[in-house]
């Protein structure tokens, strides 16, 4: 049945009814067009995409096992029992990035894990004690009044080193407010001050900033200018108010850094610090203001550094074996099933530059595991062309016609592959979530990679291999070549 | 034909033959637990000299700085593993630099993982609750692709029990591996587990999807031989989606580098025992829930397995 002219490398079919006819050489064309695409997404100098307000680099991602770096957990650090509030752990996630990002690592991750943990992940960074005590600089900002003590108390809590207490304790206050957001904006008179084993009172915390920027002053000397949220801007306009000429102590990590007189009201949220500042030292003033002001203390709850070395290593292996894993397959189904076979091989092919582009464009990062679900995930994309192959086969045994027995193969074989594939993504999901919410971003990564692979195979086996077995089956008659097809003979 | 349904309780006993002494091992030994699960430092460090010195040597640096009850081991030629509790950074650079000086060489760190033991427990439970999850969703996926056939139910459940089996055969090898090589439970065997659970259920739906198929076609044949007719029709995929998997995994363990060999060992267990549960005791089990033959297990004047 020469029904077809080869036409500029597409088959024009004429007649016939069976399924694919008259979408064929669309599907074709559109498959073309796809593999000139992932060829050129996986190409490894690609330039990215820049095109007026798109930016988008398309670069290989690896995890931290493969080219070394930091990983650590940081956990709130509060009294067991307490909840965290959603929105501060948030808040403090933002200002774990600024402050990984002052440490000047590429591709640095920050992404909450959970209710109560901050993943970072600093890939390449050498100095693992440094990016951790930066981290865990916890930086608890609080504005606390000090209006009640002389300035010789004030002069002694100034001493370096000393710890003063305060009425705010981590997620929860002592005042009847539940997070520490709201508990700022509670009227000041409502609390007690001065205790007698000097509890001080927190007015607000640095969760309350929005801006802090370092100015010069008429004199040419240097002054910090903030400004406060609404809620901030209220809560401190009441104090200020009430406490004109009395001083407000700056409080990191319960130690007090500075302790300026107010002195005017504070109405519209806008204020600044003066003092005796060089340049240098009110730079350090705002940075302190605006980064150390996590709304709830943070500690390293787990940590993992790994040399570069171990993950040059990893990743050079896992490639050659993902190779010659490939190769292996290839070579299995090419033997075994012949000219399917081989068709099969290119369709893997076309899978692998798909998966990978899919990879590189989310960007999926690729952690050891990963490379390990990608590699399954081969498996997987065989299967499907095994289980239509399985079924072509014995519908060629039992008499039928070539054409017949490739698209019965097809519908046949289909609700097993769905079914299974199925199965095989609720597990992908169920791995994901317990990845995502633990911080295991090893598990994450492998259920990511597994499950588009999944999704990229059922594509692939479905419409790639198909069309490009009737591209081939077009051109050629089975009654003279059924060896092609691992069928012992011509029914 | 291959009859293989018809001596479905020998290949029962084959699975028990495994499974039993592994479940003894787990019973005996328990898993030993990772610094991931069980909280601690663990330290992979590179002596660039290129001679060790004897662990106690190591063990003493380890003792003078309040880690006493460390386990030092070595790997290679060159570089040491160490598992203490739970340490800090600062005590890391400390005690690696003591062990720099007292050896005379500069060591390279490759890792150091800390966790607390807090999040470890956590895992372990979150653990448990994924592997539960996954057999609930894939139980009522089941049921409901084969709603249209007879006892739906039925072969959501088979699945479930062969997956459990594989669950078993990884968790009972596993024991007596670590028992006997000093291996440790990690999140990576966690995924394997997992995975090992996607697969065995991908293979048993194969199975079961042609009995479903075939169900419909020989509606006069006995449910036994429909069963076991699905079975070998299905047998050349099996084994072949077997090999391919194999194959895959076989290159990752031997070119895939020492990180990720005890994940892609507990992967060809779970994925060789996946495709013997989906063949040899899944669909047997169908068979035995529709002629109710447990009704003659313990009957002693009644043959066993009637075929």
């Known amino acids: 049945m020469p029904a077809c002219q080869p036409m500029a490398g597409i088959c024009l079919i004429s007649g016939g009814d069976y399924y694919m006819s008259k979408r064929f050489p669309w599907l074709l064309v559109s498959i073309i067009v796809l593999i000139i695409i992932t060829i050129w997404i996986v190409w490894p100098t690609n330039p990215g995409i820049h095109l007026g307000s798109i930016n988008k680099d398309i670069q290989t991602k690896l995890g931290l096992d493969l080219v070394g770096g930091v990983q650590a957990l940081l956990e709130a650090d509060l009294p067991t029992g307490t909840k965290v509030d959603p929105e501060a ?7 774990v990035e600024n402050r990984v990002n002052g440490l000047g690592v590429n591709e640095a991750v920050v992404q909450q894990a959970g209710n109560n943990r901050i993943l970072v992940e600093l890939p390449g960074e050498t100095d693992p004690a440094k990016a951790l005590a930066a981290l865990q600089q916890t930086g608890l900002l609080e504005f606390v009044d000090f209006s009640k003590i002389t300035q010789t108390e004030i002069a002694a809590l100034q ?8 009425d705010f304790v981590g997620g929860t206050t002592t005042s009847t407010s539940p997070t520490p957001t709201t508990s700022a904006t509670s009227p000041v008179t409502s609390t007690a001050v001065t205790k007698p084993e000097q509890i001080f009172h927190t007015v607000m915390t640095g ?62 949220g806008k204020g600044v610090i003066t003092g005796n500042y060089t340049i240098d030292s009110a730079n350090a003033l705002a940075i302190q203001l605006k980064y150390g002001s996590l709304p709830i203390p943070l500690r390293v709850a787990s940590s993992q550094t790994v040399g570069p070395t171990l993950g040059q290593d990893s990743l050079q292996k896992s490639l050659v074996a993902g190779v010659i894993g490939m190769l292996v397959v290839m070579l299995y189904m090419a033997l075994y099933y012949r000219l399917p076979g081989i068709v099969a091989d290119l369709a893997l092919i076309v899978y692998a530059l798909i998966a990978f582009s899919i990879f590189k464009l989310i960007p999926v990062t690729l952690t050891l595991p990963g490379i390990a679900g990608f590699v399954l995930s081969v498996g997987v994309a065989v299967d499907a062309n095994v289980l239509i192959f399985e079924r072509m086969k014995e519908e060629l045994r039992a008499g039928r016609t070539l054409r017949q027995s490739v698209d019965l193969g097809w519908a046949r074989a289909w609700p097993s ?39 990229v195979s059922m594509f692939t086996a479905i419409i790639v291999t198909r069309t490009f077995l009737h591209l081939v089956l077009d051109n050629i008659e089975f009654s003279e070549h059924h060896t092609w097809f691992g069928v012992a003979r011509s029914l | 034909m291959l009859n293989i349904v018809g001596r479905r309780y020998l290949f029962f006993g084959i699975s028990l033959v495994v499974i039993i002494p592994g479940m003894i091992a787990l019973a005996l030994w328990g898993l030993p637990l990772a610094i991931d699960f069980s ?7 590179r002596f660039d000299s290129g001679t060790l010195p004897q662990p106690a040597q190591i063990l003493e640096v380890y003792r003078q700085n309040g880690y006493g009850d460390s386990q030092i081991q070595t790997s290679g030629t060159d570089q040491i593993i160490v598992r203490t509790k739970q340490m800090d950074e600062t005590t890391k650079s400390k005690i690696v630099a003591a062990l720099s000086k007292q050896f005379n060489t500069n060591i390279t760190v490759l890792r150091f993982d800390t966790v607390g033991p ?36 039925r072969y959501g459940i088979s699945a479930i029990i062969a997956m459990l089996h594989d669950v078993l055969v990884v968790l009972g090898v596993t024991a007596i591996l670590c028992h006997f090589l000093g291996w440790e439970v990690d999140p990576l065997f966690l995924t394997a587990l997992l995975t090992v659970i996607g697969f065995s259920v991908h293979d048993t739906i194969v199975v079961f999807d042609r009995i479903r198929e075939n169900s419909n076609t020989f509606r006069r044949l006995p449910y036994e031989t429909v069963v076991n007719h ?5 047998l050349a995929r099996s084994i072949n989606t077997q090999l391919t998997v194999m194959f ?27 495709t013997y549960s989906s063949i040899f005791n899944a669909a047997p089990i169908l068979v035995v829930w529709e002629n109710r033959e447990w009704r003659n297990w313990f009957r002693k004047d009644t043959q066993e397995a009637p075929v």
């Open chain 1, 89 to 95: 752990l948030s808040t403090a996630r933002t200002i």
């Open chain 1, 159 to 166: 001493i370096p080193n000393t710890v003063i207490k305060t």
């Open chain 1, 207 to 268: 969760a309350e900033l929005s801006s802090v920027a370092v100015q010069t002053t008429a004199t040419g000397g240097y002054e910090v200018a903030f400004v406060l949220k609404p809620d901030g801007a209220k809560t401190f306009k009441d104090f200020t108010t009430a406490n004109v000429g009395k001083p407000l102590a700056i409080v990191l990590d319960k130690k007090v850094i500075s302790a300026p007189n107010i002195q005017n009201p504070i109405t519209e």
């Open chain 1, 417 to 455: 592959i769905r079914d299974s594939n199925f199965s095989t993504l609720i597990t992908c999901l169920i791995l994901g979530y317990f990845g995502k919410t633990y911080g295991a971003s090893i598990v994450l990564g492998f259920a990511l990679t597994l499950g588009i692979g999944v999704l």
């Open chain 2, 39 to 45: 909280g601690g430092s663990l330290l992979q460090a």
């Open chain 2, 118 to 153: 807090a999040v470890g427990s956590e895992v372990a439970t979150r653990a448990a609750l994924a592997v539960a999850a996954a057999a609930v969703g894939i139980t009522l996926y089941i049921t409901y692709a084969f709603r249209g056939v007879q006892h739906a139910f």
């Open chain 2, 230 to 234: 699905s079975i070998v029709q299905t």
């Open chain 2, 248 to 274: 895959t995994l076989l290159a990752l363990l031997l070119f895939g580098g020492i990180t990720i060999r005890h994940f892609v060992l507990t992967l060809l267990i779970g994925v060789f025992s996946g």
